[in-house]
């Protein structure tokens, strides 16, 4: 037999304010290797790069009030980690580590600080078609989308839950 008592559940999510979109490439992009397997052989073959999650880190966050608008001017460095495939002298494959960082520059609208707490977040994907390996390090073209956001957490009530 159910009880059919009224109740509502509480559920925590993250609340985007606001979000700016730029997608841009940026060509020389200078990748440098972590993680070479000791017994891979060189000269490395550049394979591809893409980054190996959704969410970016956010350092160097600057932000400046634009008194005749009513958003705020944002300056940070976004970092994507990528993971690099290449091949070896023998065609073996491997993958290695690595990371790209790019400035961003953005208007967004920020609450009142005092309102409730909120932070500045970045999701960004790249991909890397070409390159080359120099050493170290690879010489080549990032495609990247960068999602600079403005979220809070929030508590959302649901009602009329039937249990």
């Known amino acids: 037999m159910y009880n059919n008592q009224n109740c509502s559940a509480t559920i925590s999510v993250t609340r985007v304010l606001d979000k700016v979109k730029k997608q841009f490439e940026r060509e020389h992009a200078e990748l440098e290797l972590r993680g070479i397997p000791k017994n891979a052989v060189a000269p490395y073959v550049f394979v591809s790069a893409r980054s190996v999650q959704f969410e970016a ?8 009030s634009m008194c005749e608008k009513e958003c705020s ?5 976004v970092t994507v980690p990528l993971a690099v495939t290449l091949t070896d002298a023998n065609n073996v494959c491997f993958t290695c580590k690595s990371k790209i960082t790019v400035g961003e520059e953005v208007n967004l609208h920020l609450p009142e600080p005092c309102s ?10 790249c991909n890397c078609p070409w390159g080359v390996v120099i050493g170290d390090k690879v010489d080549c073209r990032a495609c990247l989308t960068v999602y600079t956001k403005v979220v809070t957490k929030a508590d959302m009530l649901i009602r009329g839950i039937y249990v």
């Open 57 to 64: 880190i956010v350092s160097g966050l600057s932000v400046s």
């Open 73 to 77: 001017h944002v300056k940070c460095n």
């Open 116 to 125: 409730f707490p909120f932070e500045i977040v970045a999701d960004a994907v």
